[in-house]
């Protein structure tokens, strides 16, 4: 009885330890996203940088759902297209779209949003229980990252602030994405979600960049296209690829509402990314950024 407690107990402390590991790596991963976006619009238009991060994606994921289509529970493909279109593909289209009016570093902070709408979601929708004080951690957050829109032009942004809200979009998508996964999806491998529900939103987006877009011309004539999509095929097999088959992992291992808290550590990533490529970081970012951090408390505790 003895030894089969310590075993739990050992197994509990080393998931414990690898979840907070990976939220640390996806902090550093997608908190580099932004940048990437930013760096991709330099050649290519919203609709253009989206497509191409979806396109690669599916790409990249071919071979894995081709030798393990037979092992793919494709009885649950709503739920599996469901993540896809909400854990990517429209987020993709929305946060660059945002980007073209607003900084990476400021949509990197609103990104922060996602927990709110994962617990609100997970309540209304998924009959998930939680605590009062949680709810209470995620307004204070929220908070935060509504000075950001509100107060647009002493955080910096140059464009319309009010365009963070694609950004607002991409962050309820997410929480669907996250819910879904958690309730419907958490027996299948993380691997097999990633590469199905990807494939499924990816392949009619590389089928749009070629025939409803002028990627191939923007490619050939428009001066930095190349290393804009250098920048892409990073963000692509980086920031979403590889961060989206651990944040399942993570999501399976935890709860929805622990891997939401990626959006709480992304900010602080995304603004020195954007510290460093010259955007303005104000008084707002630190203020917002601090409330922030102050919600992550009291959702985790």
């Not at 979840?19 to 996203?33: C, P, Q, T, V």
């Not at 932004?34 to 940088?49: C, D, E, P």
């Not at 191409?52 to 894995?64: D, G, H």
């Not at 009619?204 to 191939?216: C, H, K, N, Q």
């Amino acid at each position: 009885m003895n030894k089969s407690t310590t075993v739990t107990t050992s197994d509990s402390t080393s998931i414990a330890w690898k979840s907070w590991g990976i939220l640390i790596l996806l902090s550093l991963i997608w908190g580099s996203s932004y940048i990437l976006i930013k760096k991709g619009l330099v050649a290519y238009s919203s609709n253009q940088v989206a497509s191409l991060r979806l396109s690669i994606s599916a790409i990249a994921f071919l071979p894995v759902v081709f030798f393990r289509w037979k092992r793919i529970d494709w009885s649950r493909w709503k739920y599996l297209l469901i993540v896809g279109l909400t854990g990517t593909g429209i987020p993709a289209f929305m946060f660059s779209i945002a980007q073209t009016e607003i900084s990476s570093s400021v949509a990197g902070v609103l990104n922060s949003l996602s927990p709110l709408f994962t617990l609100v979601l997970g309540i209304l929708i998924f009959r998930h229980n939680t605590a009062w004080v949680k709810v209470f951690g995620v307004l204070i957050g929220l908070v935060g990252a509504a000075m950001l829109i509100l107060m647009g032009k002493d955080a910096g942004i140059e464009g319309n602030p009010w365009y963070g809200l694609f950004v607002v979009v991409g962050c309820i998508c997410y929480a669907i994405s996250s819910n879904t996964v958690g309730s419907f999806l958490n027996d299948m491998s993380s691997v097999t979600i990633s590469a199905a529900s990807f494939c499924m939103v990816g392949i009619p987006a590389l089928i749009y960049l070629f025939m409803g877009t002028d990627f191939v011309t923007t490619f050939r004539t428009v001066e930095g296209a190349s290393l804009a999509l250098g920048y892409i095929t990073i963000l692509a097999l980086f920031g979403t690829v590889l961060a989206s088959i651990i944040f399942f992992q993570l999501v399976q291992w935890t709860t929805p509402v622990f891997a939401s808290m990626i959006s709480y550590l992304v900010p602080a990533v995304a603004l020195g990314w954007g510290a460093l490529d010259g955007e303005a970081i104000t008084w707002v970012h630190f203020v917002g950024l601090g409330l922030i951090l102050s919600g992550v408390y009291l959702v985790k505790h």
